[in-house]
C-alpha cells in the first residue's frame, strides 16, 4: 500500500494485479529450493540438512478410520511442515528479485505487483507485460498460476480487462490481499466495517466462552480475539484511516472492553 499511496500522489495512473499459486507447497521443486538457498548464500550444512528434510517424505490420505497407501513426494516443502513457508518463500523469491515491470510484493503463494504510468495507455502496457512476464516465470519455475484467484484493480483509473489463456479478468473496484480489502478509491471503509464485525462477534465469544474466567484469563481473549485483529494488519491501514474509521473501531473494541468487565465469576 505504501507504493500505491506513493504513485498516487505523484499523480501517476496506478494497478496492481494479485496473484495466487495452486497447490502453491507441493509443486515447487527440491532443486529449486536447493539452488535458491545456495544463490542466498546457505553454507553446505544447511543445505545438505535441506536436502535431507525434504527428501522421501512420506504421505497418506485418512478419513476417520480408513487410510490410504503411503506414497512418498519429490516435490514440494509440504504444506503445514516446519519450515514450509519459509522454504517456499525462499524457491520463489526470484520474481521479485527479476521483476521487470512492477514492484513485487508477497507472502508464501500470494503476490501482488503494482504497475503505474504517466498515462492510461502506458499503464495497461505495463500491466500486459507483466502478465507475460508472470506467466513465463511460472513456467520456468515449474508451478501453475491459480487464474481462477487473480484480481485486477486500478487507482485513478479502470484498467483494460487482462486475458490468461481462455480466461479473462476484469478489473474489481475490490480486492482482498493478505486479509485486507483494497479499494480502489484508497479508502478502507469495506475492510473497517468487516474488522468492526468481527471485533463485535469475538466480544460475544468472550461473554459466551470467557462466562467461567476470571478476569485475567478473560483480558487474554481480549488479547488474542481482538487485539489480533487490530493488530494483524494494522501497519496497513490505521496510519490512513479517517477519524470515522477509527471511531468504529474503538466503538467496536468497547464491546470488548464491556465483555471482560461485565461477566466477571462470582467469588465465594
Not at 508464501?108 to 507485460?129: F, W, Y
Not at 511460472?138 to 487507482?155: C, R, V, W
Request: glycine content about 8%; hydrophobic content about 40%; aromatic content about 10%.
Amino acid at each position: 500500500m505504501y507504493k500505491i499511496h506513493g504513485y498516487h500522489a505523484e499523480g501517476f495512473f496506478v494497478a496492481a494485479v494479485a496473484l495466487d499459486t495452486s497447490s502453491a507447497f507441493y509443486t515447487l521443486s527440491h532443486d529449486v529450493i536447493l539452488n535458491s538457498l545456495w544463490i542466498c548464500g546457505s553454507g553446505p550444512n544447511f543445505i545438505n540438512w535441506s536436502r535431507s528434510f525434504l527428501s522421501n517424505c512420506t504421505n497418506i490420505v485418512q478419513i476417520e478410520d480408513a487410510s490410504s497407501s503411503p506414497w512418498v513426494t519429490k516435490i514440494g516443502s509440504a504444506q503445514g511442515r516446519r519450515l514450509s513457508g519459509d522454504y517456499y518463500n525462499v524457491g520463489t523469491m526470484s520474481q521479485a528479485v527479476l521483476s521487470k515491470a512492477s514492484d513485487f510484493a508477497g507472502y508464501v503463494d500470494d503476490g501482488m505487483d503494482v504497475v503505474h504510468g504517466r498515462t492510461i495507455e502506458e499503464c495497461n502496457r505495463k500491466i500486459s507485460s507483466l502478465i507475460d512476464e508472470r506467466i513465463l516465470w511460472y513456467n520456468q519455475i515449474g508451478i501453475s498460476l491459480n487464474i481462477a484467484k487473480t484480481e485486477l484493480i486500478g487507482f485513478g483509473f479502470v484498467p483494460d480487462p487482462i486475458s490468461i489463456g481462455n480466461t479473462t479478468i476484469s478489473p474489481s473496484s475490490e480486492i482482498t490481499f493478505l486479509g485486507v480489502k483494497i479499494q480502489s478509491d484508497l479508502r478502507w471503509k469495506n475492510h473497517v466495517t468487516t474488522i468492526c464485525n468481527r471485533i463485535r462477534s469475538a466480544a460475544g465469544r468472550i461473554r459466551v466462552d470467557g462466562r467461567n474466567f476470571d478476569i485475567t484469563d478473560k483480558r487474554k481473549l481480549f488479547s488474542g480475539w481482538i487485539l489480533g485483529l487490530i493488530n494483524s494488519n494494522g501497519l496497513v491501514y490505521l496510519p490512513s484511516a479517517t477519524k470515522s474509521e477509527l471511531f468504529d473501531l474503538q466503538t467496536s473494541m468497547n464491546a470488548g472492553i464491556h465483555a471482560v468487565m461485565d461477566c466477571q465469576t462470582s467469588q465465594p
